[in-house]
């Protein structure tokens, strides 16, 4: 099969534990381009967390950002195929956060807001705070979430977690049963909340039809449940060798693990060696 687009999740794929992306796999992201690849970068993560990444790449595809919930053009500054929670949505989602005790990061325009820090959220600020100014995100923390929605103009999804095992599972029962908005796992005890519909697969399939690119033509890289829609959905799913099981065993091929060389590896041995320059 000749493919024409590889389609690469972030956080535990392409970006090593350290949350950086490996100088092999650089190397080999501006070989496929050389080549006559495009390449695209499909994340749970807010835009303004994954331009520092975009930057350093310096791609020319649009950011599919939020598990499918927009696309953002950073050339013009703007979101395509936009699908952010209604306000009401966002309201009543809130509401089920405080009824779960549960701690949640708002993915807003332009920002992220938080109230209270936990492990994972910590780690990203620590990332953030180091990287200059210019790519730096802007991430807030503020005394409530409810006079942030108030004020807020678009809420594109909520990232929850919990520092307690047996929380999530209720919480995501609930919120599917009444809400009925799209809940996508992204790691032990989270998950992302967005409007119903949205995900990974869903948005890149819509964004390739603008390219002229079918799915059979796409690679797709990734390690967790919100990437399945993704890995299923094109012509070669490649799940991370660090990759949750139930990832693994849906995925066409399984590489190594997000620490090593693998995509590097994967791309020159299998994708390359087949292209057509």
Known sequence: MTYRLLAFDLDGTLLGNDLQIRPASIAAIQTARELGYKVVMVTGRHHIMA???????????????????????????????????????????????????????????????????????????????????????????VTDFESLLRAADLVWKYAVSSV???????FIAQVEAELGLACERSGHNRVDVASAGNSKGALLLEWIATQGITPAEVVAFGDNYNDLSMLQGVGLGVA?????????EQAARVIGKNDTDAIADFLRDEIFANAVV
């Open 51 to 141: 331009w520092p990444y975009h930057h350093q790449l310096n791609l020319d595809t649009p950011l599919l950002a939020c598990n499918g919930t927009y696309a953002w053009d950073f050339a013009r500054g703007e979101a395509l195929f936009a699908k952010p929670l209604t306000k009401a949505e966002a309201t009543a989602l809130l509401g089920l956060i405080r009824l779960h005790d549960v701690h949640a990061l708002l993915y807003l325009r332009d920002a992220q807001a938080y109230e209270t820090l936990e492990p994972h959220l910590t780690h990203l600020l620590h990332w953030a705070e180091a990287l200059p100014a210019e790519v730096r995100p802007n991430m807030v923390q």
């Open 240 to 248: 991370m060798g660090n990759a949750e099981a139930p990832v693994r």
């Open 164 to 170: 307690s095992d047996g929380k999530i599972e209720p």
